[in-house]
């Protein structure tokens, strides 16, 4: 991928396969580094060495936790600069907005619950109300970091309509 949509928002195709992808990779794999010479990287007697690495020279501190970080340990994010044990905790604890943990997948809830309980039927009676509500009321929402089509919804909202259209043809039948 170029790296122009490395770590950005929008969905590019992959250049080998062709697939429409996002490319979330590490920070430091594609920040431009200047040349230096492998003493200057090493730690002296006057110079803060990294936490991680104590034979390393410090970059930069930890703007959460103060800790000082060698280039190889520094992850840019937000445009601070913080160390791996910091973005874990932030992404654990959801403190970091831009790391997404996981994602629900509303459209394949609503079809399960419109599915499984046709095994039994009568539980029909209740869940396909609530597979109905799902599918309108998550319609909107974005449902994987990979784009998906509606086609669960909708299979969801066909199935709901149909199960609701045949208890209230049971409960007609019944009442006649």
């Known amino acids: 991928m170029p790296a122009s949509v490395i770590n950005t928002s929008r969905l ?7 697939v429409t992808i996002r490319a979330d ?7 431009k580094r200047p040349a230096v010479q492998t003493g200057e990287l090493l730690q002296t007697d006057n110079e803060a060495s990294c936490f991680y690495h104590p034979r390393k020279k410090a970059a ?12 190889l340990c520094e992850v840019e994010l937000d445009g601070r600069s913080m ?6 905790s932030g992404k654990n604890k959801r403190k970091i907005k831009s790391l997404e943990n996981k994602r629900t997948l509303y459209d394949t809830k609503a079809l399960s619950v419109a599915i499984v309980p046709m095994i ?3 539980p029909t009676i209740i869940t396909a109300p609530i597979a109905l509500f799902m599918s309108l009321w998550y319609w909107k929402k974005s449902s994987s970091i990979i784009p998906r089509t ?6 969801a909202i066909i199935l709901s309509l149909s199960q609701i259209t045949g208890w ?7 009442i006649r």
Request: aromatic share 18%; with cysteine.
């Open 150 to 155: 509606k086609i669960r919804f909708i299979i």
């Open 60 to 71: 930069v501190p930890c703007s959460v936790c103060g800790r000082f970080l060698c280039s």
């Open 168 to 174: 209230l043809f049971v409960l007609w039948f019944f």
């Open 25 to 31: 990779v590490f920070p430091n794999l594609i920040r």
């Open 83 to 88: 160390c791996l044990t910091c973005v874990e």
């Open 12 to 18: 590019e195709a992959c250049l080998s396969c062709g």
């Open 120 to 122: 039994f039927v009568y």
